[in-house]
């Protein structure tokens, strides 16, 4: 299983940060899977930004919850991220993964891409 | 936002033991959830390295070790080898977040 972020390095305060996540070696629609984003703000430690069940239920970190969103792109085996209003603070690198439950187990990554907000 | 406390660094020499701890609350690891803990090698995605408290997916070795008690886990390496040196984190799930939450990340160097 691979994952693989993509997506503008550059975004402008104000606009939406969008990135897409593209899954191989498994079904994004495959029962029991939470498909994750997450991020890490430059030399600080990680936070969750929200997930979407297989079925496409999304789950999302209250304090980002007024400006995410979380789809699925079942035709295409991705799934993405949509935060708007971004300032110099979503300036972070961005990671997605597979958790095997709602509690965890990220059992696979992509290499995460750096998204830096500026004008 | 890191809600997980973790040191920043902890350092052995090839052979020796380290352990680095993960301190939560009550609504994260003390309560039945479970912790994880992850390795990211330089420049590489990170990997799953200790599933639910004390578990080692297929692959990885066995001197890699988890445990938890109350609010607290930790991970221990024994037998440091220098390809051990990566940053470490740890992850559980927060019933008042009603998602992941992560530790602060510690940085093992092989003196």
């Known amino acids: 299983v691979q994952l693989q972020e993509s997506g503008p390095g550059l975004v402008k305060p104000s606009q939406t940060l969008s990135l897409t996540c593209s899954v191989s070696?498994?079904?994004?629609?495959?029962?029991?899977?939470?498909w994750t984003w997450i991020r890490q703000h430059p030399g600080k430690g990680l936070e969750w930004i929200g997930y979407i069940y297989y079925s496409g239920n999304t789950y999302y970190n209250p304090s980002l919850k007024s400006r995410v969103v979380i789809s699925l792109d079942t035709s295409r085996n991705q799934f993405s991220l949509k935060l708007n209003s971004v300032t110099a603070a979503d300036t972070a690198l961005y990671y997605c993964?597979?958790?095997?439950?709602?509690?965890?187990?990220?059992?696979?990554w992509g290499l995460g891409t750096l998204v830096t907000v500026s004008s | 936002q890191s809600v997980l406390t973790q040191p920043p660094s902890v350092s052995g020499a090839p052979g020796q033991r380290v352990t680095i701890s993960c301190t939560g609350s009550?609504?994260?690891?003390?309560?039945?959830?479970?912790v994880y803990w992850y390795q990211r090698l330089p420049g590489a995605a990170p990997k799953l390295l200790i599933s639910d408290n004390n578990n080692r997916p297929s692959g990885v070795p066995d001197r890699f070790s988890g445990s938890k008690s109350g609010t607290s886990a930790s991970l221990a390496i024994t037998g440091l080898q220098t390809e051990d040196e990566a940053d470490y984190f740890c992850?559980?799930?927060?019933?008042?977040?009603?998602?992941?939450?992560f530790g602060t990340g510690t940085t093992v160097t092989v003196l």
């Open positions: 070696g498994a079904s994004i629609s495959s029962a029991g899977f939470y």
């Open positions: 992850q559980s799930y927060d019933s008042t977040l009603y998602g992941f939450v």
């Open positions: 993964a597979r958790a095997r439950n709602y509690v965890g187990n990220l059992d696979f």
């Open positions: 009550s609504s994260n690891i003390g309560t039945a959830s479970d």
